[in-house]
Every structure is written in C-alpha cells, then in structure tokens.
C-alpha cells in the first residue's frame, strides 16, 4: 500500500528525483517493483518541499493518479529544493477518499507519510485513538489509518520529541494495540527519520548530491542499501544511520 520517498541535499527538482529516473516514483504509481501488497497506486499522490529561507513547507496534492496530473508535470520540472517528501496512494479498505487524504500530512515544519495500513481499520484501532486527547482525535485530517499514525507522531513532535523519537514511539503504541504494516517517513527539511515495519525500505547517498529514502529504489544503482525490517532510519548531513526498534 503506497509508496514513498524523501530528499535531502543541494538543489535538484523533483522531476530528477521522481519522474526520470528509470523506476522512480512516478513509475511506482503504476508499476512499483517491490510492493507487496496492492498493485497500482492511483488513489492520490503529493509533493511536499522546502523553499530556501523558510521553514514551513508547501504542498501539492491530488487525488488522482499522478501520471494523469499535468501540473504536477510542469512543477516538478521548474521548483528547486533542498527537501522534499513524495508519495503516491493505494488507499485501504474503509479509508477516506480524496485530496485530503493523500501525503504528505504536514503540521509547522514537518512533513509525514504512511506506507502500509493498520489492520481491521477503523473497528480494532479505537484503543489506539484513544491514547490522543479527545482535540486531537477530532482533528484529524483525514478518516483514515494514516491520518491516525500522523496525529499520535505529532502529538510526540509538539511535546518535544525528535524526529525518530517520535515514529519509535508511534510505531510502538500502534503495535501494541494493533498489527499492520507501519512504514513511517518523517521530515523537518533538516532530517529525516523513517521505519522499516512490515514494507520495503532502502536509502542511497549520492555524492554531490544528497541522500535518497524510499520504498523502493528507483534505479538499479549498487548503492541501494535495503533497511532491515523493524528498524528505525536517521538521515542527515553527518549521514544516515540505521537501528533496531
């Protein structure tokens, strides 16, 4: 269920990230060569980036396929970022439609997705929402399970927690009322933080350029490095780091 991807580095557009590399993220949308679960992710898609001199990105999202979105074409090809967060949706069963639905979730400077689902959605997560305050649970931002996953990391990131402090504990908390498949990707334009739980996940640093997260690599690169499953994933200037959960 869905697939995603986060950048860190000098300025590149989304286009060299998403759409020309061989089976980048845009091909994923439609022919993802890891994914288990699902086979075409249509039901929305969203770019995510960070402008020079200002902390708080912006946003394009849909809830179409991205293939069938010409703006988003002519906006990958013209923006210039030092960060990004992308994603494309296969929306689970009992989930929410719509624009609002798709990653990334965004909150300050943060920007979120969701790769994967909880399981028995929305009747076996009660317990799970109710570990948030009652404001919280009601703002959600959309009826779905990763909305969800989004408001329990928030509620760490706005307590104080960092950013792969805040998904080890989200991911905790949903395994310890739930199963499912909790791959998580978290970024304040300065870091990134990541799960590998139950889904794909690979990071790739390329020189002069910067450091790649994503579901699944996007070329056929030998620096693909594959993250265990249950790990949590730091990525940063002084490099990536990976560790148990």
């Known amino acids: 269920m869905c697939r995603h991807l986060a950048y860190l580095g000098e300025p590149v557009a989304p286009r060299t990230l998403l759409v020309e ?19 075409v992710n249509a039901d ?24 069938a979105d ?3 074409a002519d906006l ?9 967060l992308a994603a494309v949706r296969s929306a689970t069963e009992g989930c929410a439609a ?13 920007l979120f997705s969701h790769n994967g689902a909880l399981a028995g959605w929305p009747e076996r997560t009660g317990a799970l929402a109710a570990l948030l305050p009652p404001q919280e649970l009601l703002d959600l931002v959309a009826r779905t399970d990763s909305a969800l996953l989004w408001a329990l990391a928030l509620h760490r990131l706005r307590a104080g927690a960092g950013l792969g402090e805040a998904l080890a504990d989200t991911v905790a908390e949903a395994a310890a009322h739930t199963t499912g498949r909790i791959n998580l990707l978290l970024t304040d334009g300065r870091e990134i933080a990541a799960t590998a739980w139950g889904d794909t996940l690979h990071h790739r640093t390329v020189p002069g350029l910067g450091v790649l997260v994503a579901s699944e690599p996007s070329d056929d690169h ?4 594959a993250v265990p499953d ?16």
């Not at 590399?21 to 086979?39: I, K, V």
């Open 230 to 245: 249950r790990s949590l994933l730091l990525a940063g200037p002084d490099g990536v780091t990976v560790k148990p959960l």
């Open 222 to 225: 030998p620096d693909w490095t």
């Open 98 to 110: 719509g624009e609002e639905a798709a990653a990334p979730f965004a909150a300050g400077r943060w």
């Open 21 to 39: 590399p061989p089976s980048g993220l845009h091909r994923q949308s439609w022919a993802p060569r890891l994914q288990q679960y699902g086979t």
């Open 76 to 84: 990958a090809r013209v923006l210039r970022t030092r960060a990004l």
């Open 70 to 72: 010409a703006a988003f």
């Open 44 to 67: 929305g898609f969203g770019l995510g980036w960070y402008a020079d001199g200002d902390e708080v990105p912006a946003r394009y999202r849909r809830a179409g396929p991205i293939w």
